[in-house]
């Protein structure tokens, strides 16, 4: 069975082909021009997902020898994401149906990641825990089946992948930071009594739940009158007891979740798995299994779209893609 994913939530375009679970083309077009504004602008995304979308498809065709009519089903993305490029995707979803007269659903954007680990890893028993951490979201699922995924805790403020952001905006990164806060971060090599001293946020939501938002704050406040070279002599420090904070708080509730379910087994999911130091930590602390994919499926891509497209097909349960900017699991 073909199945096409098309992605394009936010600001990747993202073309991939299936057979059944094995993949065959996956691609993925990165918008750089966002950096310069220290974040996504919309409009921008939108415009270019319209001069990308087509030409990536051709791509996909050309290299795999295979053609529309081939296509058993095509999955795209319909929410949560941005308004503007879920409509691009799913548009271009619709007229490509119009040729090949295929099956066709929508997809979650997070059911999408959860299914990245199945990707690399078809062999997962459930139920299982997933960890989805993104730009967008930071959230804890039980998966007993892909028809029964329960939500046990999520960010009451800003996602991981938002803080490393705005972090690396107030240090002077350029917008995306994750990577380079991770890069300054293995450049500590002082003493532990060095380290700023971040608090794990507690919420009274519920103890599952993530908050990040104070962490940001307390960078915030401990870099307020400095002086810039103050602040890049501060910087592999704070970096580290930054990103040292996160992993904890991950690995905190995921271990909870572990205790309290009684499952071994987690996926670490979402475009912030791909932080190396994230991935050991949470290997490290997990009190059981941890299956984490390859870093180029952690972050947005069709190919996780179209294997969830293709076990909802497995299914029989296909749905008419519905934009929905906001919707979650």
């Given at each position: 069975m073909i199945t096409l994913g098309i992605e394009s939530s936010c600001d990747e375009t993202s073309i991939a082909l299936l057979d059944n679970e094995k993949i065959l083309f996956n691609t993925i077009y990165s918008?750089?021009?966002?950096?310069?504004?220290?974040?996504?602008?919309?409009?921008?995304?939108?415009?270019?997902?319209?001069?990308?979308?087509?030409r990536l498809?051709?791509?996909?065709?050309?290299?795999?020898?295979l053609t529309p009519r081939d296509i058993d089903c095509i999955a795209v993305t319909d929410g949560p994401g941005l308004a503007g490029a879920l409509l691009v995707g799913i548009s271009f979803a619709l007229g490509l149906r119009s040729v090949c007269?295929?099956?066709?659903?929508?997809?979650?954007?997070?059911?999408?990641?959860?299914?990245?680990?199945?990707l690399m890893h078809p062999d997962i028993d459930t139920p299982f825990l997933a960890l989805v951490v993104s730009g967008g979201h930071t959230a804890l699922y039980r998966v007993d089946s892909f028809d029964a995924i329960t939500c046990l805790g999520e960010t009451v403020d800003d996602a991981a992948g938002e803080a490393f952001d705005k972090v690396g905006k107030m240090l002077g990164f350029p917008y995306p930071a994750g990577r380079?806060?991770?890069?300054?971060?293995?450049?500590?090599?002082?003493?532990?009594?060095?380290?700023?001293?971040?608090t794990i946020a507690k919420c009274s939501q519920g103890d599952l739940h993530f908050s990040f938002s104070g962490l940001k704050t307390a960078v915030k406040y401990l870099l307020q009158g400095k002086s810039p070279e103050e602040t890049l002599a501060l910087r592999p420090a704070l970096c580290h007891a930054f990103q040292r904070t996160i992993a904890a708080s991950l690995a905190i509730n995921a271990k909870k979740a572990a205790e309290r379910t009684g499952i071994s087994t987690i996926v670490f999911v979402g475009g912030v798995a791909c932080n190396g130091f994230l991935r050991e930590t949470?290997?490290?602390e997990f009190p059981g299994t941890v299956i984490i994919p390859e870093r180029n499926l952690c972050t947005d891509n069709a190919a996780m779209i179209a294997l969830a497209g293709y076990l909802r097909h497995q299914r029989g349960r296909l749905q008419e893609p519905s934009m929905s900017p906001s919707r979650g699991l």
């Open positions: 918008q750089m021009d966002h950096s310069r504004f220290g974040g996504v602008v919309p409009e921008l995304a939108s415009r270019a997902h319209l001069e990308k979308i087509d498809a051709q791509s996909c065709f050309e290299e795999t020898g007269n295929c099956a066709m659903t929508g997809v979650n954007h997070l059911e999408g990641h959860i299914c990245s680990a199945l380079l806060i991770e890069e300054e971060a293995a450049r500590f090599t002082g003493a532990e009594k060095e380290l700023p001293s971040f949470l290997k490290k």
